[in-house]
Structures are given as C-alpha cells and as structure tokens.
C-alpha cells in the first residue's frame, strides 16, 4: 500500500500556525513511509473563498518547503462527482430525499432547545415515500444513519473513540440546490484521491464520526484518522493574534527561517528523546504519528527565537546576505550596490553570531550601506568626545598603514593601545561609533576590513571632524 495523506485547507483566510503544522505532520508522513502528500482547497464555500487566500496558502507551503505531489485538487470542481455518489446512495436505500422547508427546520430545532434536546432533524422524511412531497419543494439528500449502537474510530493519536448512533442524525449530504455539504464532499474526496490516511487537527474529531458513516454507507475502506492537539498559547487560551504572529507569512516578516520554523513546529507536540535540532531529512527518518501527544501544545516564541537564531547561525553566508539585501531594499537611507553587498557578505560571519531573527541581522548590517555623514545613536554621540576625534586622527593614520587585513588590523590596534597607554575598548569604542554610528557592531578588526580602506577611513576621518 502506497502511503497518500493530504493538506485540505479552506481558502477563507491565511495559513495559520495550526494548519501549518497539520500540513507539516503530513508530508512528514508520508515522506517518513515513501508516499505522496496530496494537497487539496476546499474552496466549496464560494462566499467566503477567495483566490488571494489560495494563493497565500500556496506560497506558505512553498515557503516552508513543503512541496505536494500531483496537481493540487480544487474541491468545487468536484460538483458533479459528489452528487453522482450521493445518488449512489440515494438508490441503493442508504440516503432519502427530504422535503422539509426552512420554516419547518427551524421549529424543529426550537422546539428542541425548549424541551432540552440537542437540535437534531427528527428524521420525518426518512422512510416517507417521495410521492407524499409537498408541491414547489425542491427536496436535499440526507444521510439514512444508523440509529442503533455506536461509530467507531480508532484514532492514531486519541485512540478509539466512539458516539452512540443516536447522537446523530441524518446530516444533509446534497443540498436542495444541488451542492455538496462539506461532510459528504470530503468524504468523496479522500476516496477517489486513494487517501490512506487523515491527519487532521483534533477539532474535526466529531466531523469523523459523520464521516465514518458515509464510509460505512458506499461500503469503502476507511482510511487511518490521527487527530492532533491544537495549538494554544502560553497561557492555555487557543491561540490568537494577541498571543503574537499566527499566520506563515507573518513568521516570514518577523524574519523567521522556513527551517528554524518547521523544526519548532515539528517539536510542538512530537519528540524523539531529547533531540532538539533536526532538518528535515532527520525528520522524514524519525518521524511517526503515533508519537504525537493527545495534549494541546503550548506556543512558546521565545523558544521559536532562539531557535531561529541557531539556524541563522548555521545558515549559508550568502544565502543570508541575499535576504538582509532584500530586508533592506525599501531604506531610503541607504546606497545598496555591489559594494554595500560586498561589505555585507563580508562582515556575515561575525554580523550572524548576534542575531536571532532577520529582521535582527538587516539592521545590524544597515550601517554597512549608509552614505557619509553617519547618523548617530546617542551612546556613539556621547562617544565622540574632543579627546576621542583627536585620537581617532591618529588611529586613522595608523591604519592606513596596514594591508586592512584582519589580522594585520588587530595588530595595528593593539599596538597603537600600547603606545599610547590606552586600553583596547578605549581605542575600539569610539571607532566602532566612527565607523558604525552605533556603540553595538561586530569585532572592530572585522569591521574594518568589511568596510574596506576607503570606506573606513573615510568614516574615521569625517567623525574625527
């Protein structure tokens, strides 16, 4: 049996942390067993789907490198097959037309709720014969469920679960006007797309149980259900926008690596012993379903941070100028050419070891491509006293008589310390404001070199007035 899972969102809105992680335990999934990860938009809802919605759920994936096999599947083109099998059922004595109007519907469940009943359809029309029907009343196709004993599922992270029959009714699974309910389109969908397991987010775990009828009642196969915990924030409420970012491309703003993402997500409710940090190829080994705690999961952005910034840390140099270079594209203040990102790939080593996101790394390479004269922080400005400009002459000259190699700038500033009975922070400090406008920057001796003679000196020679 080849493994197939999907991802199945709704088009409705962004893709949120939640459904991020459902689609990530998929694809792991079935990655883990060599099979395929579908991916399928239920955008049957036409009033609330919208194309920009897909498109930001399939740029979220993209993103985070969570590639599907095949073509991805549009529910609402599904119409017809949908009805066909609800006409299966309709003739073979498993569902029955219902001619109920909205009015009746509604007394139906008001007359529940004052008696203290659940509102469930009360199942009039379920074994009427049609040529009762009311003239002008077009009619829905509703489920005939089973009313005695239990649904069953034997769920792969909640274990088995069961409701009893009578809890239940005959949920509509064609509407009067032709269309499809959710409950009966995924059903159709999960069949004829060969899917042998759902993994889905423990909300939908009374969704199964309905699910699991329409099975029952064209006499498929059911596929494995794993149910996961959702996601809440730190203090145990569901998870919002209050707690901090919950959708992918807002992670993306914040400056968040896909990888350093997916691994916290993957560790948000699954562990293998005490492993931390793992990419995705020592996830697709490790990872099984049935590791996934039934408990909700609590966010935990700190954590997520400094995660992040161990991935930036390990991240390819050019890769990580590549995205400061584009973070910084929209600054009016600086000159971005070649030569800014010379001097920003160049400094990326020792820039990289501080930051923890990338919105982080952009603003401590920024001075990298300011124009002459810098502006100051106060702390730099309260670095530059007369005494200081007066040195900073001479440790222009100094360096000038270097190769501006690191090596050969270290030594320079060394040297000039012990000369002039100075402490090194004594000479590096107002450099670094000099060079920098900031009393915050990566080795001085790296700075240095990562600016370039002219540059530097330049700089030290306009702050030294």
């Known amino acids: 049996m080849t493994v197939r899972t999907r991802f199945a969102p709704s088009p409705t809105g962004l893709l949120h942390i939640g459904g991020a992680r459902t689609a990530l335990f998929n694809y792991l999934y079935s990655r883990h067993h060599g099979g395929e990860f579908l991916l399928r938009i239920e955008d049957t809802d036409r009033e609330r789907s919208t194309d920009a919605a897909t498109q930001v759920i399939l740029e979220g994936l993209d993103w985070l490198g969570l590639h599907h096999d095949g073509q991805t599947v549009f529910q609402s083109t599904r119409a017809a097959r949908h009805a066909e099998v609800a006409h299966e059922m309709l003739a073979a004595g498993r569902a029955y037309y219902c001619y109920c109007t909205a009015e009746e519907l509604r007394q139906m469940r008001e007359q529940a709720v004052a008696e203290g009943r659940s509102p469930r359809y009360d199942g009039r029309w379920r074994d009427r014969d049609p040529s009762e029907a009311p003239a002008g009343i077009a009619p829905a196709i509703r489920l005939k469920a089973p ?177 400061v270079l584009q973070r910084l594209a929209h600054r009016p203040d600086l000159s971005l050419g070649s030569r800014a990102a010379e001097r920003i790939r160049a400094l990326m080593p020792a820039l990289k070891e501080r930051a923890k996101t990338l919105v982080e790394l952009a603003d401590a390479a920024a001075f990298l491509a300011r124009v002459v004269p810098l502006p100051m922080e106060p702390k730099a400005a309260a670095a530059l006293t007369p005494e200081a400009k007066l040195m900073l002459r001479d440790v222009g000259a100094a360096l000038g008589e270097t190769d501006f190699s690191v090596p050969a700038l270290d030594a320079a500033l060394r040297g000039f310390a012990e000369r002039t009975g100075r402490k090194l922070g004594q000479v590096a400090q107002p450099l670094r404001a000099a060079l920098t406008g900031s009393n915050i920057s990566p080795g001085i001796d790296a700075t240095l070199a990562a600016l370039g003679r002219e540059e530097a000196l330049a700089r030290i020679n306009i702050a030294a007035g």
């Open 147 to 323: 009313r005695e004993g239990e649904t069953v599922v034997e769920d792969l992270v909640q274990g088995t679960v069961r409701v009893a029959n009578a809890e239940l009714d005959d949920m509509i699974i064609l509407r009067s006007d032709g269309t499809p309910t959710y409950q009966h389109a995924v059903v159709v969908d999960d069949h004829d797309m060969a899917i042998t397991h759902v993994i889905r987010g423990d909300d939908h775990l009374t969704n199964t149980f309905r699910q699991v009828q329409v099975y029952q009642a064209m006499g498929w196969d059911l596929p494995g259900f794993a149910h996961i915990p959702l996601i809440h924030g730190a203090d145990g409420a569901k998870l919002s926008k209050r707690h901090g970012a919950v959708s992918m491309l807002e992670f993306r703003e914040q400056g968040f690596l896909p990888e350093a993402l997916c691994n916290y997500l993957l560790r948000l409710g699954w562990s293998h012993g005490d492993l931390e940090i793992l990419d995705m190829a020592e996830a697709i080994r490790l990872f099984d379903i049935v590791d996934v705690n039934r408990g909700a999961a609590r966010m935990d952005y700190a954590k997520l941070t400094h995660l992040n910034g161990v991935y930036i840390r390990q991240a390819d140099d050019s890769r990580l100028t590549h995205e």
